[in-house]
């Protein structure tokens, strides 16, 4: 035996489809096919045997399956690395697999580059401890989903973090993120991503008219252990470009993730993305400050009416105590419009904050757009919403991007510390309060007097 070469196990029911691999891999000077096996317990048998480094195994087989087999494998022989082979349209068991402790995936038909640099890739980033006792029975027994060499990783700079919040629900939070995350991969080509971390009823799912194959929830038992490619997997692409991870399709999956799932979250989708637009919920706890503090700007939406300007004005009260750099939080109304007396100058005279962007109401065309699935930006894109995502996409690109982040990373990482830093300690003195009851007809005339 060479200990240098990868040892490989080949498990599969089709007797062609065991042989091409072995002829697949045969030229391969690092890799050694070991033996093959045409069921799941003869896979185990000959994985204790053998002690392979990687099994190929197939997911659908008579008798025990490749998941099966997987899951008896990683407890009895956890030194073994499994990559999966399944064939194209069985996206459920993508993510089955990787619950049952496969490192890597293949979609059959594959080629022999595809073949080898995933043997390698997942060779390569197996534990480099002694794996652990095995867990116990009933438990996922995958370590991590391993990483595959990530295109980003080239990035000059880590994806922006632009948060989308309003402390009053239904002002358009999320009609501006989606539109927002589609203007700037439109304007850019840069990789976008939208996270719905409006955790119990997020409805990013519904206005980009994606079915919650995958959501948020998926990750609840992999903390500590998220990477790139179990994200991936996880990824609602949209045809717009802009990949979506949803929220839990059920409320109360939300509290099994925690502000320390977020930061995790947040952090990897960094590494893999230009801009990570964040569609908040319309709360103010624990999860939506350590958010803020991971973002590269916090755009508040206020809409020109007098509960949303009363709760803008108190979220202002809490997070000035957060002492976030200057610029940070970006007021953005949107339903704009000139029919109503309250327009942007009221507003900013009001809160006492500036208001950077504004977002005309159209109602004709946000309905639609929110009925059929279809946001605003995939139509007319002259529209006024649109345009006004366009703008808005421009105004942010221009200061979080990557080119101008490169030189500007030093402050705006001094300035992300400070922050962090001067937030905790606030946040420790600062209870986030409820919001005040509302007042009746004087509270516009009270908010605009103050
Ligand atoms: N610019 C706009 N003009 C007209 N209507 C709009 C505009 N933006 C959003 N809307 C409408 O406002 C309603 C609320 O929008 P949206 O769901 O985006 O808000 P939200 O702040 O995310 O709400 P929630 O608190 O429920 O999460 C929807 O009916 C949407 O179509
Ligand atoms: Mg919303």
Redesign the pocket.
């Known amino acids: 035996m060479d200990a240098a070469k990868i040892r490989v196990l080949v498990v599969d029911d089709i007797p062609e489809v065991r042989e091409n691999l072995r002829k697949l891999l045969y030229f391969e000077r690092d890799i050694e096919v070991v033996g093959t096996a045409t069921q799941g317990e003869e896979a185990i048998a000959l994985t204790k045997q053998h002690r392979p480094d990687i099994v190929l195994m197939d997911i659908n087989m008579p008798g025990m399956d490749g998941l099966t087999a997987s899951e008896a494998i990683g407890r009895e022989v956890p030194s073994a690395q499994i990559v999966m082979m399944s064939v194209q349209g069985e996206t459920d068991y993508l993510r089955r697999s990787m619950l049952a402790g496969a490192k890597g995936f293949l979609i059959k038909p594959f080629g022999s580059d595809e073949l080898v640099a995933t043997i390698r890739s997942v060779h390569n980033l197996r534990p480099k401890v002694a794996p652990q006792a095995a867990p116990p029975p009933g438990a996922p027994m995958s370590a991590s989903f391993a990483a595959a060499p990530l295109a980003p990783a080239q990035r000059r700079d880590r994806g922006a973090v632009i948060a989308v919040y309003?402390p009053k629900?239904?002002?358009?939070?999320?009609?501006?993120a989606a539109n927002l995350a589609m203007a700037l991969r439109s304007q850019r080509d840069d990789k976008v991503v939208l996270v719905d971390a409006?955790l119990q009823?997020g409805?990013v799912g519904v206005?980009l008219n994606l079915t919650a194959s995958h959501t948020m929830a998926e990750l609840a038992a992999k903390k500590g252990q998220m990477d790139g490619e179990l994200l991936d997997v996880l990824l609602m692409p949209h045809i717009s470009g802009v990949k979506a991870l949803l929220a839990p399709a059920q409320p109360e999956e939300a509290d099994l993730l925690t502000t320390d799932h977020l930061r995790e979250i947040i952090g990897v989708l960094q590494g893999m993305f230009g801009y990570v637009v964040v569609?908040m919920?319309?709360a103010l706890g624990e999860r939506e400050l350590a958010l803020f503090d991971l973002a590269d700007a916090v755009l508040l939406?206020t809409a020109p009416d007098v509960p949303s300007i009363k709760n803008a004005r108190l979220f202002y009260d809490v997070v000035d105590a957060l002492q976030y750099p200057e610029g940070k939080i970006r007021m953005v109304l949107?339903?704009a419009d000139r029919q109503n007396p309250i327009g942007p100058a009221e507003i900013a005279a009001g809160i006492k904050h500036p208001v950077v962007a504004t977002?005309?109401?159209?109602?004709r065309?946000?309905?639609a757009?929110?009925n059929q699935g279809i946001p605003c930006f995939m139509g007319n894109r002259s529209g006024?919403?649109p345009q006004a995502a366009l703008r808005l996409a421009e105004l942010l690109a221009r200061e979080l991007g990557p080119e101008e982040a490169a030189g500007a990373e030093p402050a705006r990482a001094a300035a992300a510390g400070a922050a962090a830093a001067g937030a905790a300690a606030a946040r420790a003195k600062t209870a986030v309060r409820e919001p005040a009851p509302r007042n009746g007809n004087g509270m516009l005339a009270r908010l605009l007097g103050r």
């Open positions: 309003s629900g239904g002002v358009g939070c999320s009609t501006l409006d009823f409805d206005l569609d919920a319309a939406v949107n339903k977002v005309p109401l159209d109602r065309a946000a309905d757009a929110q006024l919403i």
